[in-house]
């Protein structure tokens, strides 16, 4: 496995596998594994690719997972992030809200169903932190509630802290958060 920045050649590919882990792509069973909530356009990844950047992971040159990372700040953004930006006042982390320091917004993330449990999803973040520590105190994401896996994941395999909850369009999600205040150094 290779772990890298992703330039634009590597958008169509990511634009992809984007669709192909959408919710909406996905039978209820294959939903079990994972999916994404929210869908980006090439126009909005690219800007994502140049400026916070989007670690790729390959095997045998073939992309496997993708990793992206982008400002609070950054227009235009899926309507479920707003949503999500509006919950940070009440997301308490390292003695206050995720709204009150450096914060940016982690994923979303997405790694090929035949490369799961392999230590790539590890390998990102690992990249993506290192990359980042020193322009943020804190990063954020969100899981859909009923995405056990990938919350767990988050938690569990990258030790994420649940902050609180979201709502959006009905659907429920979690807010998870990390400090990379210990990546300086």
Do not use: W
Request: aromatic share 10%.
């Amino acid at each position: 496995m290779r772990v890298t920045a992703a330039g634009d050649a590597d958008l169509d590919a990511i634009l992809v596998m984007q669709h192909k882990y959408q919710f909406s792509q996905l039978n209820d069973e294959q939903r079990a594994n994972g999916f994404l909530s929210a869908a980006f356009s090439r126009q909005q990844l690219q800007h994502m690719s140049a400026d916070l950047g989007i670690d790729i992971a390959r095997v045998n040159g073939a992309l496997v997972g993708y990793l992206c990372a982008f400002r609070c700040s950054d227009l235009p953004r899926p309507p479920i992030i707003e949503s999500m930006l509006d919950a940070f006042a009440d997301c308490p982390f390292g003695g206050r809200t995720l709204d009150t320091k450096r914060t940016y917004i982690y994923g979303p993330v997405c790694i090929d169903t035949a490369y799961r449990g392999v230590g790539i999803i590890e390998a990102l973040s690992q990249s993506q932190r290192r990359r980042l520590a020193r322009q943020f105190d804190y990063g954020a994401a969100f899981v859909a509630q009923d995405n056990p896996r990938s919350l767990r994941a988050h938690t569990v395999k990258l030790g994420m802290v649940d902050v609180g909850p979201f709502q959006h369009l009905g659907q429920r999600y979690r807010i998870v958060a990390f400090n990379l205040g210990a990546q300086h150094g």
